[in-house]
């Protein structure tokens, strides 16, 4: 609001208040002079005016000392924060329902936009109503690390084995971190998992700081393919745990893989490493591009992106051998 705006209002506030009171004065001695002059009869129509003319003085007056009590610094400050207490603290908004909640931020967005049409049927913000707004308050995971060494498998000439180790802290929201540890491959993503093992430590702030507890440990391929979750209801309020899974697979060669985020994430990076001389196409699934980097040679990648990534945000990369490069039909099966 334009400040010269606000400060001509307020002299004309002053202005009526300062006439309100002059009037309520001069009906007051006018009551009074005329009571004195015509002596009205008590009950008469006289002597009814006289006494209403009076009350009127006093009110106005009673009006006016109050709006000049109420302009003083101490008065002012005093109900500003009443008024801030009850409308905008979380006091007053916690005890609204989530309708009225909703209500309130859409009206607050359509004047922030001067869009009064903001909440349109099909519109972005019915979208992320709909499909984004609850990850504000969900747990959310922060500086996921992903180690990958991808290398020639010596069993199968057609496949890399691969060292894949991921680590990442977990953060709480509302005093709770994420409810599990997931470890699920798609449908033919890897030729076969030969281990994992999956372990927390517990943060810095942490009693046991340091320490590291192993949940699961299995080297058994037809157990691994199944995928694996673990609950963490024993650590649920230890905001900064940090997870640790560390697997060991093989894939088919000229097969695509992809990385994913389970849950809103904080900061992400990946280092490939793979044998020389092949090719590796790389491809980010991330919404600010440009804050990522990326450093590359020969058998070697790291991608780095400092911001926050989506559920379903992720990477995607493919590794062609280097004997695949000379012919069109190598690895056609994969």
């Not at 290398?151 to 409810?179: G, L, M, T």
């Not at 060669?253 to 849950?263: D, E, L, P, T, V």
């Not at 020969?298 to 490069?325: E, M």
Request: hydrophobic share 40%.
């Amino acid at each position: 609001m334009n400040m010269s705006y606000i400060s001509k209002t307020k002299h004309i506030i002053a202005l009526t208040t300062l006439l309100l009171m002059l009037v309520g004065v001069f009906a007051i001695f006018a009551a009074a002079y005329y009571a004195a002059v015509e002596t009205p009869v008590p009950g008469s129509l006289s002597n009814i005016f006289a006494s209403g003319l009076t009350t009127l003085g006093i009110s106005l007056v009673g009006f006016a000392v109050f709006s000049f009590a109420l302009d003083t610094r101490n008065w002012r400050d005093y109900f500003s924060e009443r008024i801030k207490e009850i409308v905008i603290d979380s006091n007053y908004l916690e005890m609204l329902d989530p309708e009225t909640l909703k209500t309130l931020q859409v009206n607050a967005l359509k004047a922030q936009f001067h869009n009064p049409r903001l909440d349109n049927e099909g519109g972005f913000l019915n979208y992320f109503h709909v499909n984004l707004h609850r990850y504000i308050s969900e747990p959310y995971r922060e500086d996921v690390s992903t180690e990958i060494l991808m290398r020639e498998c010596p069993r199968k000439p057609d496949c890399f084995e691969v060292v894949d180790k991921v680590v990442y802290v977990c953060r709480a929201s509302s005093n709770r971190i994420q409810e599990s540890i997931n470890w699920f491959p798609d449908k033919d993503e890897f030729d076969e998992v030969t281990k994992l093992v999956v372990s927390v430590q517990y943060p810095e702030n942490h009693r046991e700081r340091g320490k590291i507890v192993k949940i699961k440990d299995c080297n058994v391929s037809a157990e691994l393919v199944k995928g694996f979750s673990e609950l963490l209801e024993a650590y649920k309020e230890i905001d900064g745990l940090v997870v640790i899974i560390e697997s060991e697979y093989t894939i088919k060669k000229g097969k695509f893989q992809y990385w994913q985020m389970a849950n809103p994430t904080r900061n992400f990076d990946i280092t490939v490493t793979y044998p020389l001389g092949s090719l590796i196409q790389f491809k980010t699934l991330v919404v600010e591009d440009v804050v990522s980097q990326i450093t590359q040679q020969d058998g070697y990648l790291k991608f780095k992106y400092d911001s926050w990534l989506l559920p379903k945000s992720g990477i995607a990369w493919l590794i062609t051998p280097k004997v695949c490069l000379k012919s069109k039909d190598c690895f056609s099966e994969a």
